[in-house]
């Protein structure tokens, strides 16, 4: 190839890309992006161990109260709530 057309190529590519501003809103954003991304995987790596911790105790939790409700420290509530408990009233 000639030099002078690839340089005049590069340089007419090089002027028009300076020059036009459509792709400027979409550069920012994709910074904008990548600093968010690369601010929570850093918050995931710092916080990662008490995150993991809190997850597991609400898992456990989630897993005894809301499948069964009748057990645990609030079976009175659960089942005068629905109508479950025996008042002796007979009926």
Do not use: H, K
């Amino acid at each position: 190839m000639n030099f002078a057309i690839v340089s005049a190529y590069c340089a007419n590519t090089f002027r028009r890309l300076r020059d036009e501003e459509d792709g400027l809103a979409l550069t920012e954003y994709l910074l904008l992006l990548g600093l968010l991304v690369g601010g929570v995987i850093l918050a995931v790596g710092f916080f990662g161990s008490a995150l993991s911790d809190g997850w597991t105790q609400w898992a456990d939790w989630a897993t005894v109260e809301i499948s069964n409700p009748w057990n645990g420290d609030n079976a009175g509530a659960a089942a005068a709530a629905y109508g479950a408990a025996d008042d002796g009233a007979g009926g």
